[in-house]
């Protein structure tokens, strides 16, 4: 009975727009949820600094590397922002690290995949945050109140990041005809990835139903992958990119038509068959036992100076 | 203590422009108070968010739930006489 009871003004708050907070009471199963959904969130945030990272020392001029460094440096932040808010739901971040390390956690899958020229950073910041911006405009009305607050945060740092990755595409585009080519091939490698990155069509996504009901999730998969698609289909046309899809059409309400993704390819990389899958997560590990003496010495300060406050 | 941890959570507050109020932004972890406010410096204020920073560690603070609102703040219901629209002012007058 008291569940029953809770669970009616629970969803009485969602519905009326009221947040949740982490002291409220909460079905077991959106806090669940919530814990997956903005943990994957926050790893991805995380992992995502390695394929970029990967061309700080390369990138082409103090300019770019400056942009790019600051940039890696916002992702971290969203992480941390992101992991912050999950342990609300009384989690630790230990746990969640070794959620990821044990691979009982994921992270978005386009992290698997090699940035091996300077263009795929400008294919990255364009397509893939401009991906996550879509999904993260949404989120910014979720129910749960620490997880929409991070998402406001993050989304006003979110669109230097869009700008300056298609900035660079833009330039390459004006440039020689091998710059050119660079950036086809990048956009040719990141435009399904990028499709693939709002998740399964919604027949096929089964724990969205209660997401919606809960107002975890605001909007669809696939209609958020509209929105982007509509949104970044004139832009690759502007600069003079060839969209990797020979079927892809201008509709009359002015919405594209695009071919089927391939999901095999999609599921195969969520299982850990993409091509960087086991180096994200090996670099990941290394750098976290690397950082043990640091956590150690950091303990061992702390207490020597709340010692000499006591003996002062 | 497990090694693996990253210290106690400590809660960031922010202050937008000299004279404004502390804001809550968020928290973040650290072992003492001097790594607490260098990394709310670099978590929360890259882009000129604030002018000051209050750090407080999570464990240190007291609140009221929310679900015990009722019987925290009900009572403020019946005491309009607190608010200034409760008082009938004489026709024409003015700067009151």
Request: proline share 5%.
């Amino acid at each position: 009975m008291e569940i029953a009871k809770n669970l009616e003004e629970f969803q009485a708050k969602i519905d009326a727009e009221i947040k949740i907070e982490p002291k409220d009471w909460m079905p077991e199963e959106y806090r669940q949820h919530l814990i997956r959904q903005m943990s994957q969130h926050a790893h991805s945030e995380v992992i995502g600094m390695q394929p970029e990272g990967n061309w700080i020392t390369r990138s082409p001029s103090l300019r770019a590397r400056k942009i790019l460094m600051a940039k890696v440096q916002d992702e971290g932040g969203h992480g941390l922002y992101l992991y912050c808010a999950t342990e609300t739901l009384g989690v630790s971040r230990e746990q969640l690290i070794k959620w990821l390390h044990e691979g009982k956690a994921k992270y978005a899958s386009v992290f698997n995949y090699p940035s091996p020229t300077w263009a795929d950073m400008g294919a990255i910041g364009w397509l893939v945050d401009g991906a996550a911006i879509v999904n993260q405009v949404s989120l910014q009305r979720t129910s749960y109140g620490p997880y929409s607050r991070a998402m406001v945060r993050i989304c006003k740092e979110e669109s230097f990041h869009q700008r300056q990755g298609y900035e660079v595409m833009a330039s390459l585009m004006e440039g020689t005809a091998e710059q050119k080519k660079m950036a086809q091939e990048a956009f040719e490698r990141w435009w399904w990835p990028s499709l693939m990155m709002f998740g399964p069509h919604d027949g096929d996504s089964p724990r969205s139903s209660n997401a919606m009901k809960w107002k975890i999730k605001r909007e669809t998969n696939d209609d958020l992958r509209q929105q982007f698609i509509d949104k970044t289909i004139p832009q690759a046309e502007l600069i003079g990119l060839k969209v990797p899809d020979a079927n892809y059409k201008l509709l009359e309400n002015g919405s594209y038509e695009t071919s089927d993704i391939d999901w095999d390819e999609f599921w195969n990389v969520i299982k850990g068959n993409g091509p960087c899958n086991t180096q994200r997560i090996k670099h990941h590990a290394a750098a976290h036992d690397n950082g043990q003496w640091v956590r150690e010495a950091a303990i061992a300060y702390n207490e020597k100076k709340e010692q000499n406050l006591k003996s002062a | 203590m497990s090694t693996d941890n990253q210290g106690p959570i400590w809660e960031v507050f922010v202050q937008s422009k000299p004279g404004k109020p502390y804001k809550h932004v968020g928290s973040l972890h650290a072992y003492d108070k001097e790594m607490a406010i260098e990394n709310a410096r670099d978590l929360y204020t890259r882009r000129n968010e604030g002018t000051g920073l209050w750090l407080v560690k999570a464990e240190e603070i007291v609140s009221v739930k929310s679900g015990d609102e009722e019987s925290y703040f009900d009572p403020a219901d019946d005491k309009i006489y607190r608010h200034p629209t409760f008082y009938n002012m004489p026709e024409g007058s003015k700067h009151i």
